[in-house]
């Protein structure tokens, strides 16, 4: 499914393009970013972003991966990425210079909002538990609280407990 830009008041959040490998290497290298996720490994090795890119490029990989891009208030052409998996489960991250700016949550409720418009169903997520400021982003998006459970980073190679949560119409 082609990725749709959505405009929001500060970013615009547009499809992947080769020109971010550089930005994305930079900060999901940064182990502040890997560790607080699933499939981001550490070290961050040559040619992952560019293979990131091309994956989240083809129509039928299962997602749509958004970058955030904060270029039309003057700001930074990538912040970092969001995504919604076609199962509805949704991702993000940011890279750590535009930490607690609102821009998460600004992108987070974009796509949200895109989602439900577009007659989506449910959506999911999880954060680690150690991670008190992406939970903060979920709830303020209007996701509740689900439960506990566990999954497996790449980067700190075990698994970690997590929390749930789920947003309905």
Excluded: C
């Excluded at 210079?97 to 989602?115: D, M």
């Amino acid at each position: 499914m082609p990725v749709p830009v959505i405009e929001t008041e500060r970013l615009t959040l547009r499809p992947l393009r080769a020109s971010d490998a550089g930005l994305i290497s930079l900060h999901a290298g940064d182990a502040r970013v890997a560790t607080m996720t699933t499939r981001i490994p550490h070290p961050y090795p040559p040619g992952a972003a560019e293979g990131f890119i091309e994956r989240a490029q083809r129509d039928d990989n299962g997602e749509q991966a958004w970058a955030l891009d904060a270029t039309k208030i003057d700001g930074e052409e990538f912040l970092g990425v969001i995504s919604l998996s076609d199962t509805g489960e949704v991702g993000y991250w940011i890279g750590p210079p535009f930490w607690r700016t609102g821009f998460a949550s600004e992108a987070l409720a974009a796509v949200v909002a895109h989602h439900f418009a577009h007659g989506g169903g449910a959506l999911k997520a999880q954060v680690f538990q150690d991670n008190d400021a992406s939970a903060a982003v979920l709830t303020t998006a209007g996701f509740h609280y689900l439960g506990e459970g566990e999954a497996y980073s790449v980067a700190r190679a075990a698994t970690h407990p997590v929390w749930t949560y789920n947003l309905d119409r």
